[in-house]
């Protein structure tokens, strides 16, 4: 790791929430050397002077297409209380933290320079098309892409592979580079391998319960967000992988007997970390994430036999491949989400669920009825959780927390008394 003081800058919101974030991450995994560099990414992501090409918001749209299209996406994905305060003049203050602490990130005083920025928005909700109409008057170049909301209908892989052909193109008119059959092989390929190290990285680190923190694995997640090389983040992931799975004799975080739970419901993400930091506080341990970060590396990578087709098939095919395993909340029924979550639930050894819903995201809340009837049938408790990216509440969700895992330790007791 680069020799920093993560405290070293001006405190504002902003500079403390990263640091805190930063340095909790760091003293718990002071062991793993090869974390030491997922760390320097997200300070250089949030302090090195950057002048983006293309900025993708949120989670929602397929990298390889951007990628092959001649740019390297910059991502926004929301996460920091500071930058809130910089979208104020903007939105309305009931507008969901993670729009407005992404808007708030794009009129950062001194901030990165988007003045030649082509900004890509996926229409998931109404607070991303105020953004986009925001960006708009502001005479920012944009691209939209609308996200048919009802897999029912029969047209819709259609409409949104014309989106994404329409992404592609206005990504390379504004590089000023032509798409090409190999650069979308290209693309797909360095993605894929990512893909593939990401479902590698959950798996050894469920394995390995104990020698990284349930957050930090959060965290090298996030990460794949705040580099600019997918390559680089595959590589050091591996060599991260590598360092885990010989450090065998270490088991620094799990105590015999720790409740795991499944964390579902708004996306946690760097650097509010807060209730990734909670759950850890109270002994719980995560033992998977069910969000669309965690599901795309199970299932979104793309064969050796889809390189052989022609550019226009392959990008309908990462269109179709994409939309058909999407569980952002752009869909009106969450069914990918949903059936994956039952997965999770048939392998076992889960004892609880806890829900985070971010203030304004009622998306997941309206989903969560029939998550619990599911849930209910195989005798898991599940604790909804609400707050916002404001720290004030910590003590109260921790008074809760605590009783919810208290809650499953009991449970679980008597488990294995009835077994004995």
């Not at 949030?46 to 900025?55: M, N, T």
């Not at 990285?201 to 959060?218: M, N, P, R």
């Not at 760097?270 to 930091?277: D, G, L, Q, W």
């Amino acid at each position: 790791m680069k020799d920093k003081n993560f405290s070293s800058h001006k405190t504002t919101m902003f500079d403390k929430e990263y640091s805190d974030t930063l340095n909790r991450l760091y003293s718990d995994n002071l062991h793993l050397n090869h974390f030491k560099w997922f760390l320097d990414t997200a300070y250089d992501w949030a302090y090195s002077p950057q002048k983006p090409d293309v900025v993708i918001l949120g989670t929602a749209v397929p990298e390889e297409l951007v990628i092959a299209s001649g740019a390297t996406p910059y991502r926004l994905i929301g996460g920091s209380t500071g930058s809130i305060i910089w979208s104020d003049e903007f939105v309305p203050r009931d507008t969901d933290p993670v729009s407005r602490s992404i808007l708030g990130y794009i009129h950062r005083p001194n901030g990165t320079d988007f003045s030649d920025t082509l900004f890509i928005i996926p229409m998931i909700n109404d607070a991303m098309r105020k953004i986009a109409y925001e960006l708009k008057s502001e005479g920012r170049k944009i691209c939209l892409v609308d996200i048919p909301p009802d897999r029912n209908d029969i047209y819709a892989p259609q409409k949104y592979t014309k989106q994404l052909k329409a992404v592609c193109g206005a990504v390379s008119e504004h590089m000023g580079v032509r798409v090409t059959r190999q650069s979308v092989v290209s693309a797909m390929k360095c993605v894929s391998a990512a893909r593939h190290t990401l479902c590698r990285f959950l798996e050894v680190s469920q394995q390995h319960h104990g020698i990284i923190t349930d957050s930090a694995v959060s965290f090298v997640l996030n990460a794949y967000y705040l580099t600019d090389s997918p390559a680089q983040w595959t590589y050091h992931t591996e060599q991260l992988i590598g360092e885990i799975e010989h450090d065998t004799d270490r088991r620094c975080f799990v105590k015999d007997g720790s409740p795991n739970i499944i964390l579902m419901g708004s996306p946690i993400i760097f650097p509010n970390y807060k209730i990734s930091f909670l759950i850890e506080d109270v002994g719980l341990t995560v033992s998977n994430t069910a969000c669309d970060s965690t599901l795309r590396g199970n299932v979104v990578y793309h064969s050796k036999a889809m390189m052989w087709k022609s550019r226009d098939k392959l990008i309908e095919a990462v269109a179709k491949k994409w939309y058909a395993y999407d569980c952002s909340s752009a869909f009106i029924k969450n069914d990918v989400l949903y059936n994956y979550m039952s997965w999770l639930v048939r392998k076992g050894n889960i004892d609880g669920v806890v829900c985070h819903i971010l203030k304004g995201q009622i998306a997941y809340d309206f989903e969560l009825d029939r998550f619990e009837t599911m849930l209910s049938q195989y005798g898991i408790p599940v604790f909804r959780l609400e707050t916002d990216y404001q720290y004030q509440d910590v003590e109260q969700l921790r008074i809760r927390m605590e009783a919810f895992s208290e809650m499953l330790v009991q449970k679980k007791y008597k488990e294995v008394r009835k077994v004995s």
